[in-house]
């Protein structure tokens, strides 16, 4: 049996073996693979299961007359769709075959084929019937972009299962283009933008969190700094509960955003409504949105109150004034809902359940509803969407307040002529117990964690908390979620982060009640998902950066640069294995985006006091001294070796002091020169961490922590009209714009 669960392991894409950090063998077990087939819903409990299992995928595609989806490029036309038929020997003489090909605007074309027409190319006998395989072709290429192919075969006889004389078949056609998109500046130019933690922002105006309009006000400060871009944290929807439901990267769902960046003294409602502005002013909630403003660490709960309580008030007049007299402001929301479809459906119907559910059952997930609410399908589901629709609504006018201020922002950056404007980060997947793993939930593995193997920076592993999409469902609904996902993403995004980008080519699942170490790697129909980021990207005008740092084939690099997504290199990565010593900026690609650090990593100030090895140590993160006092010289070697690489590249004087020690704390100067040295790289992008300028020590999160430490909640020092005024930035400004507009990177078309 255990050959044969190795075999159907091997056909599902579980692969057998894998390769930690160190060069180390790891067997994936039995008992893992077992784990991993049955989240996938196969059937393994005999023998004949297996076998019937397997004998499923080794028939395949003969047995499906069609895949369910075909992703093409553009550049292999015209099309030709293979077809695979159950037909006695010279039935296919009786035979005719139509096809309709229609395009997202509902043009159609169709095709005919019967008779002596019919080519048979091949044909296989399967359980005693024969298949037989017939090529459907076009004679013109299409453009890029999505289609429906309905092919409809009829016989004059009745030959087909049950009796029937027809087949018919839907399947999806995706063609794409062969790259994602660069814009033109940046074909042979550069560019360089800041990153923010856009909840940390500080501001008189806002309510204790960073909004829309605080990053309106940042893009036009960058903007005239000649930044080409502003880097934000995801603004993917989350639980906002701690201590688990902070994190921008383990949303509830990547298709919808936090009501949290609203900034309410912008909607018009606000300005309208008596009572609301009546509230706002009332001496409680005075009180409560001072302390809000002034705490140093971010309460999203406090603030998502206060803001939930407003926003309840100015739906109540909207949904009177505009929505129930179908004013222009009413009719817009009805086209957004229009347009939002199903999916923004059950995400509001989805957050109506879960408020209700909360106070009549304390629950937190929907695992833990009744069971009669486990599926959006269901009878009681469905009784209580039409009990509750105003509520529903209201939370899709959440949804559209959230979309007109994300694209004033956007049009600004736009405006004010930044090439790139807004680059936003997708987090790699949602917690099993929000909407889309409620929604979607065919398409999402059972049991299943999704995480990474143990390494020297994780010695126990990683488990993120998030279930994985299963390759085959995923495929099998066309990519529906995965389009979803990435459209949404790219809307007002002029550059999009994909986080773990390996996770396109294969993704490290974790049993439930397993640890890491027992995890295995699962494969995903990369060239598929990669070409469908593609076309998204090319229709957005969206530069891609896929995150490629850690443990990864340069086979996966390669692939994803022959696409034109963006590498992503940190300075403290990249040196001269399995020398300590940092590369120069010439070993740099061109087609990259270079930073110094990320929110899981040290400030450039913490990294030079040691902050981040001296927070492990009072949280007890070391097993012993010994790990902790290598970490310390490993640190001061770093150190020194940077301001030895400084050095060798004239960026600070050769009397500058070689040893850390003469240099006790970071230096604007010294930071400068760290930036001063990613900006002589070929990398077409340069960003600029907010933190590392104004001289923050603590990083935003710190993994492995969970309330340990103040994750994903630390509000920067200065308030943003402070730092508009304060000179690094201008110091840093004028550096950058001397050596981006004097050094051109070599030409991607070499």
């Given at each position: 049996?255990?050959?044969?669960?190795?075999?159907?392991?091997?056909?599902?894409?579980?692969?057998?073996?894998?390769?930690?950090?160190?060069?180390?063998?790891?067997?994936?077990?039995?008992?893992?693979?077992?784990?991993?087939?049955?989240?996938?819903?196969?059937?393994?409990?005999?023998?004949?299961?297996?076998?019937?299992?397997?004998n499923?995928?080794?028939?395949?595609?003969?047995?499906?007359?069609?895949?369910?989806?075909?992703?093409?490029?553009?550049?292999?036309?015209?099309?030709?769709?293979?077809?695979?038929?159950?037909?006695?020997?010279?039935?296919?003489?009786?035979?005719a075959?139509?096809?309709?090909?229609?395009?997202?605007s509902?043009?159609?074309?169709?095709?005919?084929?019967?008779?002596?027409d019919?080519?048979?190319?091949?044909?296989?006998?399967?359980?005693?019937?024969?298949?037989?395989?017939?090529?459907?072709?076009?004679?013109?290429?299409?453009?890029?972009?999505?289609?429906?192919?309905?092919?409809?075969?009829?016989?004059?006889?009745?030959?087909?299962?049950?009796?029937?004389?027809?087949?018919?078949?839907?399947?999806?056609?995706?063609?794409?283009?062969?790259?994602?998109?660069?814009?033109?500046?940046?074909?042979?130019?550069?560019?360089?933008?800041?990153?923010?933690?856009?909840?940390?922002?500080?501001?008189?105006?806002?309510?204790?969190?960073?909004?829309?309009?605080?990053?309106?006000?940042?893009?036009?400060?960058?903007?005239?700094?000649?930044?080409?871009?502003?880097?934000?944290?995801?603004?993917?929807?989350?639980?906002?509960?701690?201590?688990?439901?902070?994190?921008?990267?383990?949303?509830?769902?990547?298709?919808?955003?936090n009501?949290?960046?609203?900034?309410?003294?912008q909607?018009?409602?606000?300005?309208?409504?008596?009572?609301?502005?009546?509230?706002?002013?009332?001496?409680?909630?005075?009180?409560?949105?001072?302390?809000?403003?002034?705490?140093?660490?971010?309460?999203?709960?406090?603030?998502?109150?206060?803001?939930?309580?407003?926003l309840?008030?100015?739906?109540?007049?909207?949904?009177?004034?505009?929505?129930?007299?179908?004013?222009?402001?009413?009719?817009?929301?009805?086209?957004?809902?229009?347009?939002?479809?199903?999916?923004?459906?059950?995400?509001?119907l989805?957050?109506?359940?879960w408020?209700?559910?909360?106070?009549?059952?304390?629950?937190?997930?929907?695992?833990?509803?009744?069971?009669?609410?486990?599926?959006?399908?269901?009878?009681?589901?469905?009784?209580f969407?039409?009990?509750?629709?105003?509520?529903?609504?209201?939370?899709?006018?959440?949804?559209?307040?959230?979309?007109?201020?994300?694209?004033?922002?956007?049009?600004?950056?736009?405006?004010?002529?930044?090439?790139?404007?807004?680059?936003?980060?997708?987090?790699?997947?949602?917690?099993?117990?929000?909407?889309?793993?409620?929604?979607?939930?065919?398409v999402?593995?059972?049991?299943m964690?999704?995480?990474?193997?143990?390494?020297?920076?994780?010695?126990?592993?990683?488990?993120?908390?998030?279930?994985?999409?299963?390759?085959?469902?995923?495929?099998?609904?066309?990519?529906?979620?995965?389009?979803?996902?990435?459209?949404?993403?790219?809307?007002?995004?002029?550059?999009?982060?994909?986080?773990h980008?390996?996770?396109?080519?294969?993704?490290?699942?974790?049993?439930?009640?397993?640890?890491?170490?027992?995890?295995?790697?699962?494969?995903?129909?990369?060239?598929d998902?990669?070409?469908?980021?593609?076309?998204?990207?090319?229709?957005?005008?969206?530069?891609?950066?896929?995150?490629?740092?850690?443990?990864?084939?340069?086979n996966?690099?390669?692939?994803?640069?022959?696409?034109?997504?963006?590498?992503?290199?940190l300075?403290?990565?990249?040196?001269?294995?399995?020398?300590?010593?940092?590369?120069?900026?010439?070993?740099?690609?061109?087609?990259?985006?270079?930073?110094?650090?990320?929110?899981?990593?040290?400030?450039?100030?913490?990294?030079?006091?040691?902050?981040?090895?001296?927070?492990?140590?009072?949280?007890?993160?070391y097993?012993?001294?010994?790990?902790?006092q290598?970490?310390?010289?490993?640190?001061?070697?770093?150190?020194?070796?940077?301001?030895?690489?400084?050095?060798?590249?004239?960026?600070?004087?050769?009397?500058?002091?070689?040893?850390?020690?003469?240099?006790?704390?970071?230096?604007?100067?010294?930071?400068?020169?760290?930036?001063?040295?990613?900006?002589?790289?070929?990398?077409?992008?340069?960003?600029?961490?907010?933190?590392?300028?104004?001289?923050?020590?603590?990083?935003?999160?710190?993994?492995?922590?969970?309330?340990?430490?103040?994750?994903?909640?630390?509000?920067?020092?200065?308030?943003?009209?402070?730092?508009?005024?304060?000179?690094?930035?201008?110091?840093?400004?004028?550096?950058?714009?001397?050596?981006?507009?004097?050094?051109?990177?070599?030409?991607?078309?070499?």
């Amino acid at each position: 049996m255990d050959e044969l669960i190795g075999e159907l392991s091997e056909l599902c894409g579980i692969l057998p073996e894998y390769y930690d950090i160190s060069g180390k063998k790891h067997i994936t077990s039995i008992k893992t693979k077992k784990a991993i087939l049955r989240s996938m819903n196969l059937k393994i409990d005999s023998i004949d299961s297996i076998l019937a299992e397997i004998n499923q995928r080794k028939c395949q595609p003969w047995k499906n007359i069609m895949e369910s989806v075909y992703v093409i490029s553009a550049h292999d036309q015209p099309l030709k769709i293979p077809l695979y038929l159950p037909i006695k020997e010279g039935d296919e003489s009786k035979l005719a075959i139509s096809w309709s090909l229609e395009n997202e605007s509902g043009q159609k074309d169709t095709f005919m084929l019967s008779g002596q027409d019919i080519h048979v190319s091949d044909q296989q006998w399967i359980d005693g019937i024969r298949h037989i395989h017939v090529t459907l072709s076009e004679n013109d290429a299409k453009d890029i972009g999505y289609y429906t192919i309905v092919v409809d075969c009829r016989h004059t006889d009745c030959i087909f299962e049950g009796g029937r004389n027809h087949l018919q078949k839907t399947a999806q056609v995706i063609i794409t283009p062969d790259t994602c998109y660069i814009p033109p500046e940046l074909w042979n130019g550069r560019a360089w933008g800041l990153s923010i933690n856009l909840y940390a922002i500080r501001s008189d105006k806002n309510w204790g969190i960073g909004d829309f309009t605080d990053l309106a006000r940042i893009v036009r400060w960058i903007a005239g700094l000649k930044g080409s871009f502003v880097g934000i944290n995801p603004l993917h929807a989350i639980p906002i509960t701690r201590p688990f439901g902070l994190s921008p990267y383990s949303p509830i769902s990547r298709l919808f955003k936090n009501f949290i960046y609203l900034d309410l003294e912008q909607i018009p409602e606000v300005i309208e409504s008596e009572d609301a502005r009546a509230l706002i002013a009332s001496d409680d909630f005075i009180k409560e949105l001072e302390e809000a403003k002034t705490e140093n660490l971010a309460d999203y709960e406090k603030v998502a109150k206060l803001k939930k309580e407003i926003l309840r008030n100015t739906f109540s007049l909207f949904y009177k004034k505009h929505f129930m007299h179908n004013t222009r402001r009413g009719n817009d929301l009805k086209n957004y809902i229009s347009k939002g479809g199903r999916d923004l459906e059950y995400f509001a119907l989805f957050l109506a359940l879960w408020e209700h559910l909360k106070k009549t059952n304390n629950s937190c997930t929907w695992q833990e509803w009744p069971e009669d609410y486990h599926t959006p399908s269901s009878k009681e589901v469905q009784e209580f969407r039409r009990a509750n629709r105003e509520e529903i609504l209201f939370y899709q006018y959440i949804q559209w307040l959230i979309d007109g201020q994300h694209k004033h922002v956007a049009e600004e950056a736009h405006h004010l002529g930044m090439g790139i404007g807004l680059y936003h980060d997708l987090a790699i997947g949602s917690v099993g117990g929000g909407s889309d793993a409620w929604c979607y939930q065919d398409v999402f593995a059972r049991d299943m964690g999704v995480g990474a193997p143990p390494d020297n920076f994780s010695p126990d592993g990683q488990n993120w908390g998030f279930p994985p999409l299963d390759p085959e469902k995923l495929k099998e609904t066309g990519y529906e979620l995965f389009i979803q996902i990435i459209r949404k993403n790219m809307n007002y995004s002029g550059a999009l982060r994909i986080d773990h980008a390996l996770g396109m080519f294969r993704l490290f699942w974790i049993p439930k009640g397993s640890t890491p170490k027992e995890g295995a790697y699962i494969c995903y129909p990369s060239e598929d998902l990669l070409r469908i980021i593609a076309l998204e990207s090319v229709r957005n005008k969206t530069v891609v950066i896929a995150e490629d740092l850690g443990t990864i084939g340069e086979n996966v690099r390669e692939t994803l640069a022959k696409f034109h997504m963006f590498s992503y290199k940190l300075f403290y990565f990249e040196r001269n294995y399995p020398d300590p010593s940092f590369s120069t900026p010439d070993k740099y690609p061109d087609l990259a985006l270079c930073a110094v650090t990320t929110h899981d990593l040290p400030t450039i100030y913490g990294y030079w006091g040691k902050r981040d090895i001296e927070v492990r140590k009072q949280l007890g993160k070391y097993s012993n001294n010994t790990l902790w006092q290598q970490q310390i010289k490993e640190r001061e070697r770093d150190k020194r070796l940077i301001l030895s690489t400084l050095k060798s590249q004239g960026i600070i004087p050769v009397g500058y002091p070689s040893e850390p020690k003469m240099i006790p704390e970071m230096t604007p100067e010294l930071c400068l020169a760290i930036y001063q040295y990613l900006a002589l790289t070929p990398c077409k992008l340069l960003l600029v961490s907010l933190d590392d300028i104004i001289g923050t020590l603590n990083q935003q999160n710190m993994p492995g922590t969970v309330d340990s430490y103040p994750n994903w909640m630390q509000k920067i020092p200065l308030t943003l009209e402070e730092m508009v005024l304060d000179r690094r930035f201008s110091d840093l400004s004028n550096m950058l714009r001397k050596i981006i507009l004097t050094l051109l990177p070599q030409d991607l078309t070499r």
